[in-house]
């Protein structure tokens, strides 16, 4: 068998990713199939469903995966274009024994990659490193396999709209070009209310803005549309339709944490006392307010893999991330679906008033910057991180080491974790009044230079 070593950027966390042409090619994907589909076939699956988003390079990585998965003797189901939640939904729709989707995220367009399920779980951590084993020693599987198109749109669709409750309410909706542009099309055709979408055509060059809702200057288009048209709601999402952000009817962000305290809001009426889990970047006032309203707050690692195998874990109903990735296990699957998180957020809206901007309003104040990203080395970002949290440790911080260091202090919090999908540094800063926010940020940018890195300016 021919051995295939894959470049040394590309095996993440969570999934695989790298830059097209220069460290992922088409072979990658060849190889990734042949190995992902022995470890399926060794322990006793026969079926996968594959995936692609509307990226230019999709197409291409999705046949030579596919192929690959074939090679191994596999039945392979391919569900074509789409959201990357539509193929986790094809995964349980079709009961098969995983499935790989082919996807940039919210990366750049030169970008692409895969996020997998090995069974009805993601796959990560150690188990994409073991791929990337059975891949470097050529130890494949060899069957007569084959490659089916099966069309679930329809369906997806439909299992969308089964857990909304009704309410009508003036939507705009911005899928960025990304991949999650037609169902939304077809799913506000269904809807009460009016609808507004926009950059619903799949175009994996994101002519318009780059598909990421966490960065507020993507969100501008939108909220001009809700603006002139008076809209109620904003609703955008990023080039796999796996992660939303919403803003309200003043046009202001309602950030992912801000979203999930509303959710839990309505949840925790229905689930008194239920977990709710939440990452390292969300605001303390997201775990106080869940404390609050009954439920038990948990702080978990960053990275939609390690959430929903801890939602598993814990039996947790609901869960989000800072980042826009909001899982519901209540009703749902435990995965993340931008498009399913709008609706039970449009529903959590209407049980509490049925007014965004209030609610926002009504949340517990804090002030903090954005979660800023500054770029670092790929293997020197660990060690900056490992080299604060030692000087943390030997002086007696009051930290979590959960992911990264998050840093408590009597007026709030800092964080300095390293980016499992890029070469970024990610720090976040919070605090009850300004001159906490500055001297916590002063504490960061301390910390940062004490490594020999020098912060970014927004510090």
Same mark, same amino acid.
């Given at each position: 068998m021919t051995a295939h070593v894959f470049h040394s950027t590309v095996l993440r966390e969570y999934d695989v990713r790298g830059i097209v042409g220069e460290t992922l090619?088409?072979?990658?994907?060849? /190889?990734? $199939?042949? &190995?992902f589909g022995t470890h399926v076939r060794?322990?006793?699956?026969?079926?996968v469903c594959v995936g692609y988003d509307g990226r230019v390079s999709s197409p291409e990585l999705s046949s030579r995966l596919m192929e690959g998965l074939k090679s191994t003797g596999l039945e392979v189901l391919n569900v074509g274009l789409g959201a990357t939640p539509m193929l986790y939904y094809g995964v349980f729709e079709l009961d098969t024994d995983g499935g790989i989707m082919v996807t940039g995220s919210h990366n750049p367009p030169n970008y692409n990659g895969f996020?997998?399920?090995?069974?009805?779980?993601?796959?990560?951590?150690?188990?994409?490193?073991?791929?990337?084993?059975?891949?470097?020693?050529?130890?494949?599987?060899?069957g007569e396999g084959s490659i089916t198109d099966v069309d679930i749109f329809d369906r997806y669709v439909k299992r969308l709209l089964r857990d909304y409750e009704g309410a009508s309410f003036k939507v705009a909706w911005d899928p960025a070009n990304g /991949?999650? $542009?037609? &169902?939304?099309?077809e799913l506000v055709k269904h809807l009460p209310g009016e609808h507004i979408v926009i950059n619903a055509e799949v175009d994996g060059t994101f002519p318009n803005h780059h598909a990421d809702p966490t960065v507020e200057e993507n969100l501008e288009q939108l909220k001009e549309v809700v603006a002139q048209h008076g809209c109620?709601?904003?609703?955008?999402f990023d080039g796999d339709g796996d992660r939303i952000g919403a803003i309200d009817g003043q046009g202001r962000v309602v950030w992912g944490d801000q979203m999930l305290a509303i959710m839990a809001g309505d949840l925790l009426k229905e689930?008194?006392?239920a977990p709710i889990i939440a990452d390292v970047k969300a605001s303390q006032a997201l775990f106080d307010r869940i404390t609050e309203l009954g439920g038990k707050a948990i702080m978990w690692k960053t990275g939609h893999s390690l959430i929903k195998d801890k939602m598993v874990e814990l039996e947790a109903p609901l869960a989000g991330e800072m980042s826009g990735h909001i899982f519901y296990k209540h009703k749902f699957y435990g995965h993340d679906d931008a498009i399913y998180a709008g609706l039970r957020f449009m529903?959590?809206?209407?049980?509490?008033?049925?007014d965004l901007a209030a609610l926002k309003d009504g949340l517990p104040q804090a002030i903090n910057t954005p979660e800023l990203r500054f770029d670092?080395?790929?293997?020197?970002?660990?060690?900056?991180v490992r080299e604060v949290k030692a000087r943390l440790e030997a002086a007696g911080a009051d930290m979590s080491t959960v992911d990264g260091v998050r840093v408590q202090t009597a007026d709030g919090w800092w964080l300095l974790r390293a980016s499992n999908t890029q070469a970024v540094l990610v720090a976040r800063c919070e605090a009850s009044t300004d001159a906490g926010l500055e001297r916590l940020k002063a504490e960061l940018v301390a910390a940062l230079a004490l490594s020999g890195v020098e912060a970014p300016d927004s510090l």
């Open positions: 090619h088409a072979a990658d994907a060849y /190889a990734l $199939g042949k &190995a060794r322990a006793g699956g026969t079926r996020k997998m399920m090995l069974g009805k779980k993601p796959c990560f951590g150690e188990a994409i490193q073991a791929l990337g084993k059975t891949a470097n020693a050529g130890d494949f599987e060899v /991949a999650a $542009g037609p &169902a939304i099309e109620d709601i904003g609703l955008s689930l008194p006392g529903n959590a809206i209407a049980k509490q008033g049925g670092c080395d790929e293997v020197r970002k660990f060690e900056v």
